[in-house]
């Protein structure tokens, strides 16, 4: 019997609702095993973040050679990477390590509005990460600044945006609807081939915090145990969804809340 393992290269978020804590509580809620690589620490909570300590590069690279040489990794899901040094430590390293799936959340902002990027860094998470990637999960402010574009404001313009961003590399692109308006939230995954629509309904709620985080790892999870990447997202937004909408049932902090990973047990 082999145990599915998934890897989340990020940064620690001190109040355990986004960043590697939302990343290893999805993969067991999944029923994956989780590591991580620590990009940087945040001081953070529900209402924002106070501080960013990044980690040096060459530790960055140490942690991923660790990891990689005794742990059969199914899939790799990559967040906050905080300064251009890491980001070519993760290249250099998965490149030699050539793992089977990269999920990469283009991480810049946090719920809260903290930036979570460095602005000079964001040239070389698309030259450098987002060719490593079976799909990047942009969400539709950090689609439109991955291209240096405006908001997308339709669903063709959404699409669009998602085959620019499939253009520098990538291969595939979920953009995220849940910045956007109305009833439901519409996510849509774009490839060579097709534009897929997933809605589901939008949830009235405050608390969503690290959600970005959770459906990336999430999908991560699905692929580290086999699933294909339709497969793994649909499986992924459903969950996600799911969270959400149980979000309520906490009561953890005073600013935007986290989900409820582990909604399917208590």
Not at 85 to 100: E, G, N, Q, V, Y
Not at 109 to 114: F, L, N
Not at 138 to 147: G, H, Q, T, V
Not at 226 to 251: C, H, M, P, Q, Y
Request: aromatic share 4%; net charge negative.
């Amino acid at each position: 019997m082999t145990t599915p393992v998934a890897l989340t290269i990020a940064g620690s978020d001190s109040s355990g609702g986004a960043g590697i804590q939302a990343d290893l509580k999805t993969f067991a809620a999944l029923g994956v095993y989780g590591a991580s690589v620590i990009t940087a620490l945040t001081a953070q909570n529900t209402r924002g973040v106070t501080g960013i300590h990044a980690v040096p590069a060459g530790f960055v690279t140490e942690q991923i050679d660790a990891v990689f040489s005794d742990l059969d990794i199914g899939a790799v899901k990559i967040g906050m990477v905080a300064q251009a040094a890491s980001i070519d430590a993760i290249a250099a390293a998965l490149s030699r390590w050539a793992p089977r799936h990269v999920v990469l959340d283009p991480v810049m902002v946090a719920t809260s509005g903290d930036r979570l990027l460095a602005a000079e860094a964001v040239d070389a998470l698309r030259t450098r990460l987002m060719p490593l990637a079976a799909v990047i999960t942009p969400n539709l402010p950090e689609a439109a600044a991955l291209l240096d574009e405006p908001l997308a404001a339709s669903e063709a313009e959404i699409e669009s945006q998602g085959r620019r961003l499939l253009a520098l590399g990538c291969r595939a692109v979920l953009i995220k609807g849940g910045h956007g308006e109305g009833a439901e939230s519409t996510d849509y995954l774009v490839t060579a081939g097709t534009t897929i629509a997933l809605a589901a309904p939008r949830v009235a709620t405050r608390n969503t915090h690290g959600t970005g985080c959770s459906l990336s790892s999430a999908i991560a999870a699905g692929l580290a145990k086999g699933e294909d990447l339709e497969a793994a997202v649909r499986n992924a937004k459903a969950w996600i969804t799911a969270a959400i909408a149980a979000a309520d049932s906490f009561s953890v902090g005073h600013g935007h809340g986290p989900v409820h990973h582990f909604h399917k047990f208590y």
